[in-house]
Every structure is written in structure tokens, then in C-alpha cells.
């Protein structure tokens, strides 16, 4: 990789099923951000030319214009062949995205060269240039939310294997046989078993549901799991001990596939990092089978900002020769 331009400024984006984030980055500082609805079951096509103005909104804020940008990145939530910029699988955002050649439009619109990746990759890659992994070369990421993004880097490498697969799919790993359908065609991920998409499902699955302080709650996320949890309550304490058993097993399996030295856990879910952090190092310190020594499990530090600060490391893999 050529030497970093230690002025070099970027457009960042951050495309999720809900929110737009597009932030402007200079020399890994976030200069200005702003938030998006991604109304993401609409498509894509409908939602660029919001994206290119809010680009063009927050350069002109900055007294920038896109001829100071070294270029644009884009986190997405699929699967990415990094060598052409196509989107190579659709999960109900975006649908229409394989379609479109975002290179040529970033290249026409905007006049830049677009570097586009895995929203969960770009998530460790931001961890890994300038958060909780600065100094690692060996690491994973898991990401608990809405589902659960997982990615790895091997001796200083990013894997991504010959389909862009390769580290991204850890959260459609087996974690109990028989367990439950997932969305991937999988039985028993880890994603089926504790991830917000599936949180519902699995509440309403048990018995115990309707008399518990979550049947009553307007949203049924882990943040009114592990509230309900903290107080006693029966129905809540068996969902969170059960996610987190996931989360730990998943832990275990992924120190087993990619041999890391430290695992960061980020995302919505570890606003109970109190809770989940000590209970995951544990169960990896007692199952992981790491005989060279003790595998580090942290939070991220860069949370919601991770796949912004990515872009710049992504632009220069991409494009080398940027300025
Ligand atoms: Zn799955």
C-alpha cells in the first residue's frame, strides 16, 4: 500500500436496512456526518440521488467541493466482489443493487472513484486501522444486532475468499444442531438462535412469554431483555442467558476457524457490555483451544462510526494510486 496522504479527504458512507450514514473523513477524522432514512425495501436506485446530495450538503458545509475528495466508500449489507464494486447477493435491503454499477455512477455523479465492501468487514477494518485492534494482526469481530455481522483478518489480511464469503458468514455458523430455521437456509445459526431479527420469534416460542414484563413492551429488543433480566424475571433471564451462550459458543467457533488474538464484540446489543463482555471472556478462556495462550475478548471503541473510518484504508487497497 502507498504511503498515507496525510491529507487526504473522503466521502464515507454507511448504507444499513434503516439508516444512511454519510460522513466526510480527513486523515481518519470524522469532519462532519449526517444521518439518512434508508427506506432500503425501496431500493437502492431511488436512494442515490438523496446520497449525492447529502454528500454534496455536507462538502458545502466544509467549503469542499467532490474535486478535493480523494474518493467515496461505501459499507454495504451484502456480499461484495471488491474487484469490480458489484453487489453480488441481495437479504431484503436494496434489493435491486446487484443491478446498478455503483463505480460508474460515484465516477459520473461525482466525479470519483468509489470503493465499495461488506458492511461487517469495513466494521473491523475501521477497529483494526484505528480502534479497539490498532497493533493486532490477527482478529475477528463479531457484531450483535439486527443480525450478526462477523469478520476476520488473518496475519494482516483481510479474508474474503473467492465468492467475498470467506469470514463474513461466522453469524450462519452452527450453534445447535436442530435448532432453529434461518433466513440463509441454515438450521441452528447463530444468528436464528440470538440476533434481534429473530428475538420475537424466540420470546413468543416460549411458555412463559405471556405472563413476562416483555409481553407488554412496545419493543421487543435486547435492551428490554436484559432491563426485564437485571430485575428478575424469569422469561427474560432465560432469553438473555441463552443469547449470550450463543454469542460465547459463536466466540469459541470463531477462534477455532481463524485463530485470532483478540475477538472484538461491537454493535447495538453490547449496550450491555457490562453483562455480555465478562460472560463471554469466560466461556472462551474455559472452551476456546488456544495452547499458545489467552485469546483478548474486547468491546470496539469506534461503535457506530467503525465503517466510516474504514474508507480511507479501503480507497487506498483499491486505488493505490490515489492522491
Ligand atoms: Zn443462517
Same mark, same amino acid.
Given at each position: 500500500m502507498q504511503s498515507r496522504n496525510p491529507l487526504m479527504t473522503i466521502l464515507a458512507c454507511d448504507l444499513g436496512g434503516t439508516r444512511m450514514k454519510i460522513g466526510v473523513m480527513r486523515a481518519g477524522v470524522l469532519l462532519a456526518l449526517t444521518v439518512e432514512p434508508a427506506n432500503s425495501k425501496a431500493g437502492l436506485a431511488p436512494q442515490l440521488p438523496v446520497l449525492k446530495a447529502a454528500c454534496l450538503r455536507l462538502l458545502s458545509e466544509l467549503?469542499?467541493?467532490?474535486?478535493?475528495?480523494?474518493?467515496?466508500s461505501i459499507a454495504f449489507p451484502s456480499l461484495i466482489d471488491t474487484a469490480t464494486g458489484r453487489v @453480488?447477493?441481495?437479504?431484503?435491503?436494496f434489493a435491486d443493487a446487484m443491478a446498478l454499477d455503483l463505480r460508474a455512477w460515484a465516477q459520473c455523479? @461525482?466525479?470519483?472513484? @468509489?470503493?465499495?465492501?461488506?458492511?461487517?468487514r469495513m466494521? @473491523?477494518?475501521?477497529?483494526?486501522?484505528?480502534?479497539?485492534?490498532?497493533?493486532?494482526?490477527?482478529?475477528?469481530?463479531m457484531t450483535l444486532g439486527t443480525g450478526l455481522g462477523v469478520c476476520a483478518i488473518i496475519e494482516g489480511r483481510v479474508l474474503r475468499g473467492k465468492h467475498g464469503q470467506a469470514g463474513v458468514l461466522g453469524g450462519h455458523f452452527t450453534v445447535?444442531?436442530?435448532?432453529?430455521a434461518c433466513s440463509c437456509g441454515n438450521v441452528g445459526c447463530a444468528e436464528a438462535e440470538a440476533s434481534t431479527a429473530f428475538l420475537a420469534e424466540?420470546?413468543?416460542?416460549r411458555s412463559d412469554f405471556a405472563t413476562s414484563a416483555l409481553a407488554p413492551e412496545p419493543v421487543l429488543d435486547f435492551a428490554a431483555v436484559f432491563k426485564h433480566a437485571a430485575a428478575g424475571d424469569a422469561c427474560a433471564v432465560?432469553?438473555?442467558?441463552?443469547?449470550?451462550?450463543?454469542?460465547?459458543?459463536?466466540?469459541?467457533?470463531?477462534?477455532?476457524?481463524?485463530?485470532p488474538e483478540m475477538v472484538i464484540i461491537g454493535g447495538g446489543i453490547m449496550a450491555s457490555a457490562d453483562v455480555i463482555l465478562p460472560a463471554v471472556r469466560a466461556h472462551v478462556a474455559r472452551h476456546a483451544h488456544t495452547p499458545w495462550g489467552k485469546v483478548q475478548v474486547v468491546a470496539s471503541q469506534l461503535g457506530d462510526h467503525a465503517a466510516l473510518v474504514a474508507g480511507e484504508w479501503l480507497l487506498q487497497e483499491q486505488f493505490p494510486n490515489l492522491k
Open positions: 467549503k469542499l467541493t467532490p474535486r478535493d475528495c480523494a474518493g467515496i @453480488l447477493a441481495e437479504y431484503r435491503k455523479e @461525482l466525479g470519483l472513484p @468509489l470503493a465499495i465492501e461488506n458492511d461487517a466494521a @473491523l477494518i475501521g477497529e483494526w486501522r484505528a480502534g479497539a485492534g490498532r497493533g493486532v494482526d490477527n482478529l475477528v469481530m445447535r444442531y436442530g435448532g432453529r424466540l420470546a413468543k416460542s432465560a432469553l438473555r442467558d441463552h443469547s449470550i451462550q450463543v454469542w460465547a459458543t459463536l466466540a469459541v467457533n470463531l477462534n477455532h476457524a481463524y485463530d
